[in-house]
């Protein structure tokens, strides 16, 4: 069993920062591709920020330049630094990979609990 748990989540006024983590456990052979999601109800999620197991990263045009994401593939954890957080930036936030649990398996999607995020005054 593959389990993804998320941390770092919670209330922060307009400007301020949160970091968010979200650490793989389990039967795991490779971590490809890693990444957050957010979804707001009654919208769709949405993708935020991906992160390659070479450290190649991609982000929606909303949060460059103030999100930053990053891994640490010795403790299978990726991180999402949000700096001057706007109202808009409120959302469940979710973290996914792609895991691959044994070489002769195939790459498989794993996702977070999520966590909350507001950024409210």
């Known amino acids: 069993q593959v389990r993804l748990v998320e941390s770092g989540g919670g209330l922060v006024q307009p400007g301020g920062s949160l970091r968010l983590s979200c650490a793989a456990s389990?039967?795991?052979?490779?971590?490809?591709?890693m990444g957050w999601y957010r979804q707001v109800p009654g919208k769709q999620r949405e993708l935020v920020a991906t992160?390659?197991?070479?450290?190649?990263?991609n982000y929606i045009d909303s949060v460059k330049g103030r999100f930053t994401i990053s891994r640490d593939n010795a403790k299978n954890t990726v991180y999402l630094q949000m700096n001057i957080l706007k109202p808009e930036d409120t959302a469940v936030y979710y973290c996914?990979?792609?895991?691959?649990?044994?070489?002769?398996?195939?790459?498989?999607?794993?996702w977070g609990q999520g966590t909350q995020v507001t950024v409210s005054s």
């Open positions: 996914y990979a792609k895991i691959q649990r044994s070489w002769y398996l195939g790459t498989d999607d794993y």
């Open positions: 389990g039967s795991i052979f490779r971590i490809n591709a």
């Open positions: 992160t390659t197991s070479g450290g190649s990263t």
